[in-house]
């Protein structure tokens, strides 16, 4: 019996909170809050009668820190779920500290604004040292591990799929199928098609901003960055068929170079097809992509937001997309002195997922695991003083939610492996 606040109401909040209200056992009252209260309200129109979960609304920038304490202290939940933007990360993590409250994200922090020379300059001495150049990486949150410590307060962080699963798969090799991990291949296949020449299946700005920027993996000790799109390989999946697959930077590949111990390498695939990737170009080159101001027409506007505001909203998506997605992780290691390797995946339903929740599987596939992450820092599986990622925690409960609240997984052993 717990009450939670829940920030944010798009694609990927409204499947999170729909699962909440599956559960209401355990989530008995929730309040969700965003920028846009009418979003919330409509969503708990839908809900209500249908949920013993008590729903109520409420208007937040959550941008702003005074805000945020205030609606906190108001509503006096026991976690705050933030399902809102990377850029919110830390204003949301301040007002859980400020208040005493638990806090949960499905991706880590990037800043909306990366012209800013304050952050600029942390950043580019952050390239220099690592010798990746993604706008987003973990030490701005980790940095507050010692606040949560001393608080008595436990934060979890990237609780969607990848991050978040993709990471639990990896700490369940671990504890059950490997002595040792030396390479983890993570694939994410989205074989859905929503009709449309080119769409993104969540946020617009973030999820252009990642994949138009350079790759990356982890090898032997240190990061290898690629430009962008440059590594490309094909893979049969399971129940989509063969797609190309491409390299790219993700989160999880640096919390799991530290929390895997001696893993040689770690890589990250997505796929895409070749229209997404003709338009993400074009896109690039005439600078829709930028997130640098420009001067219209005595306007102030910002490329990508625009773009985003011309594309297709993705929680629209849900209804015309058809096919499944698969996401998981290859392992190769060594079990009782013997090579062996493993995959273990998840194949999710576009239209199942819609038939459920009115949502589409990827959203589906990020809204579930945020519930069961949120449910077990509620039952106290997941709770400890301190910052952390998914394979910090035990796997073992999370693996059994997942079977039970609609991602099961399947493992292969000697699958095929990507050279
Ligand atoms: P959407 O753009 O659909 O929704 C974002 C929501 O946050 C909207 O309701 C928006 O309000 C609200 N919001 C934005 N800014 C503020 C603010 N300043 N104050 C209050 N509310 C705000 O995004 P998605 O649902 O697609 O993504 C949500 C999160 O999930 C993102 O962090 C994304 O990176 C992450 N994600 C993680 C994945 C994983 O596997 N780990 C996969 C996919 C996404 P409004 O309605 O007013 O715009």
Redesign the pocket.
Known sequence: MARVLI????????VAIQKCCQNSSVFSEICI????KA?CDALKEKLEGKTETKITTAQ?????VDELIALINDYKPELVM???????DLTIMDACLACGVNYM???NYEPEDTNDPEWREIYEKRCKEEGFSAYFDYSWQWAYKEKFEKAGLCAVL????????TQVFCAYAQKHWFDTIDTIDILDCNGGDHGYPFAT???????LREVSAPGSYWENGHWVEIPAMSIKREYDFDQVGHKDMYLLHHEEIESLAKNIPNVKRIRFFMTFGQSYLTHMNCLENVGMLSTEPVEFEGHQIVPIQFLKALLP???SLGPRTVGKTNIGCIFTGKKDGKEKTAYVYNVCDHQECYKEVGSQA??Y???V??MIGAMLMLTGEWNKPGVYTAEELNPDPFMDALNKWGLPWQKIDDPVLVD
């Open positions: 920030i944010g109401c798009g694609g990927v909040a409204s809050a965003s920028r846009t979003k937040v920038n959550a941008d702003n933030n399902i809102a933007l990377p850029y919110q994200d499905t991706a990237g609780s969607g799929f990848d991050p978040g699963v299946n969540f946020n617009p700005e973030i999820n909203d993705p929680a990827i959203s596939t990020t809204g695991p945020a």
